[in-house]
């Protein structure tokens, strides 16, 4: 694997960029809207609490009961990082999801997409796709430079989905930290603003109605869309 870098480039008319401040996200089938522990925490742990794997991976979770999945949302949207936002798909109207920007580092332009879980019922379809590519654009609309994506290594499906979205591979750091009282090897990927315009004219071509069949189902996948603008790929998938 070889990635090319032009961080010894000056950069010129460089600034700061603003931190994440939209309060909403909207796209043809899914709004994002940020995280408010009245207004979504119920809807959440309804959509969340009939499957327990989908919290294998994250250092919090699951739930008991909604009360315990509310005390946990106002807690995690006290600070300014991470940015929660909820998903609400169109379809249903009810929120089925959460996604992250984390570790927001606007000296270097640098964000994360993370703290993802997406129930069920918003797996596998075009709001979810839609969700991130909505938090992606917004990174780059804004100025980011660089969009990361981080997993456990031993999260196939999150490493599966990082390069489905045409995020780049860049290694796995070894013991990086302990969750639930296992150890987490790290995988890195990222997309950088040199690569967005493609990587939305991907995205544009995959979510276009025209793409699905008369069954929702897809005709040309996003991974092959994606493919070309990858400048590295997984090797463990």
């Known amino acids: 694997m070889t990635l090319t870098s032009n961080d010894n480039d000056q950069l010129v008319n460089w600034s700061p960029r603003g931190r ?23 809807d959440l742990h309804r959509a969340n609490s009939a499957n327990d794997a989908i919290w294998d991976y994250l250092p919090y979770g699951p739930f008991a009961s909604s009360a315990s999945y509310h005390r946990w949302v106002k807690d995690i ?46 797996q596998r ?13 917004w990174a780059f609309d804004a100025g980011y430079r660089r969009f990361e994506w981080k997993c456990d290594a031993s999260n196939v499906g999150s490493r599966r989905a990082a390069q489905r979205f045409g995020f780049s591979y860049e290694g796995v750091f070894r013991q990086a930290t302990v ?38 189902q897809q005709i040309e996948t996003l991974g092959a869309l994606t493919r070309l603008v990858r400048v590295a790929s997984d090797p463990a998938l």
């Not at 909403?24 to 925490?41: C, F, I, K, N």
């Not at 939305?200 to 025209?210: Q, V």
Request: hydrophobic share 40%.
């Open 20 to 42: 994440p401040d939209a309060e909403s996200l909207e796209g043809q089938y899914v709004s994002l809207e940020q995280l408010v522990p009245d207004l979504h925490a119920a």
């Open 125 to 137: 379809t075009p709001a979810a796709t839609e969700a991130i590519f909505l938090m992606m654009q």
């Open 77 to 122: 949207t006290q600070t300014n990082d991470p940015v929660f936002y909820a998903i609400r798909p169109k379809s249903t109207g009810h929120c089925s999801g959460v996604a992250s920007y984390l570790r927001i580092a606007p000296d270097a332009g640098s964000i994360e997409v993370g703290h993802i879980n997406f129930s069920a019922e918003l």
């Open 179 to 216: 969750v639930k009282g296992r150890n987490r090897d790290t995988a890195w990927f990222a997309c950088i603003d040199k690569e967005w315009p493609a990587l939305k004219e991907a995205f544009g071509a995959w979510l276009a109605p025209s793409n699905f069949d008369a069954n929702g």
